[in-house]
């Protein structure tokens, strides 16, 4: 594949992985993120100590096998576009999970508006780790809004951007180190520590992400009759005040968008927190989560729009950048010996040596279908 060509393949394919999920959602059986899941629940199993080494290691394979095997996919389709193209966009559609997350906040809806609590109560595992059991009305339609923000984010927008920056290992690494998060990124006694490099590296590949997200949330306010310029001000003002480094950025953007406050006392199984509030206006009921799911579904075609054009763009300028720092850097003498295939005889026993490929960098993807399929279990 030539240089040129290779940015339009992982556009097409992002575009070609976007339109199946927006229209069917997630594969129903076989998914391959929950595979990844069993087997990162196997290895696990064999390396867990109490200990930040222990997790570390455990990261770094889980996440580092997928990378590389998207990376080595990368480079024996770089000559071949439509192939490219093809992976990325199967690719992508592994990794998003936004119709399952708007798909179970309208589920949420219509059990709340029939009064259904016991119902809500046990679908609200789908999107996240808090006890259901004593929650009202109100505290149910939180925690989904809440929920849609912060996976809007894990599940659509990240994926795509890692995706337009790092290709097809861009996409399964972020989605290996998402799930990874979700499995074992909490607070408990036995991944207090083991838990927390996969939470930390979560953490930093979503920083721009949630940030984007955010952004986008309050620019498509309108489409769910949400005021552009109070979700400017509530974003701007609240997005710092939650605990985690990402999670407040959508969160305070969707509260703004919505006109209702967001945050208060989050009770999980065996232990409860208070999150600051984020926004102004009455609790989320729900008539509200129609409205969030309109909301992320507009954010995730406004992040497939950057994603498809930066490979065209940006992208192309980061890499024309790069290979200009290769030839200031290597002397030309020595890029053009090691991009030349040797002939027989110049290697010990006359052994021929293939051209080295390059490798693109990497980065992680939808969860199973549940409570994992849209990403940290909150």
Do not use: K
Not at 116 to 125: E, T, V
Not at 309 to 324: D, E, F, I, Q
């Amino acid at each position: 594949m030539r240089v040129r060509h290779a940015p339009v393949a992982n556009a097409a394919g992002l575009a070609a992985g976007y339109a199946p999920d927006r229209l069917f959602g997630d594969p129903r059986r076989w998914h391959p993120v929950a595979g990844f899941g069993r087997a990162a629940g196997a290895l696990e199993q064999r390396i867990y100590r109490p200990d930040r080494t222990a997790g570390a290691a455990f990261t770094a394979l889980a996440v580092g096998v997928p990378v590389l095997l998207g990376a080595a996919a990368t480079v024996a389709t770089r000559r071949r576009p439509v192939a490219r193209a093809a992976l990325v966009a199967a690719g992508t559609w592994t990794v998003l999970g936004g119709r399952t997350l708007r798909h179970e906040a309208h589920v949420m809806g219509r059990a709340l508006r029939d009064g259904d609590l016991p119902a809500a109560r046990q679908r609200l595992g789908h999107l996240c780790g808090r006890d259901p059991s004593a929650l009202d009305e109100p505290e149910l339609a939180r925690a989904t809004v809440e929920s849609v923000a912060e996976n809007t984010s894990d599940a659509v927008v990240a994926p795509l951007l890692w995706g337009a920056v790092a290709g097809l290992p861009g996409l399964v690494g972020y989605r290996a180190a998402n799930t990874l998060d979700a499995m074992v990124g909490h607070r408990s006694p036995r991944y207090a520590r083991f838990g927390t490099p996969a939470a930390r590296l979560d953490d930093l590949l979503n920083l721009v992400p949630a940030r984007l997200t955010g952004l986008l949330t309050v620019a498509v306010a309108p489409v769910a009759h949400g005021d552009r310029e109070r979700a400017w001000r509530v974003w701007r003002r609240d997005r710092n005040d939650h605990p985690s480094p990402n999670a407040g950025q959508c969160e305070a953007a969707m509260a703004g968008a919505l006109g209702v406050r967001l945050g208060g006392r989050n009770v999980y199984f065996g232990r409860s927190e208070v999150r600051p509030f984020l926004g102004d206006g009455p609790r989320p009921e729900a008539r509200h989560l129609p409205r969030a799911a309109r909301i992320s579904g507009a954010v995730g075609l406004a992040a497939l729009a950057v994603a498809a054009v930066y490979p065209l763009t940006a992208g192309r300028l980061v890499a024309a950048a790069g290979r200009r720092t290769l030839r200031a850097v290597v002397p030309a003498r020595t890029r053009r010996a090691a991009l030349r295939p040797a002939r027989s005889g110049d290697a010990p026993g006359g052994s021929r040596w293939a051209r080295p490929g390059v490798r693109d960098r990497a980065e992680p993807a939808a969860l199973p279908r549940g409570a994992a399929a849209t990403g940290r279990r909150r």
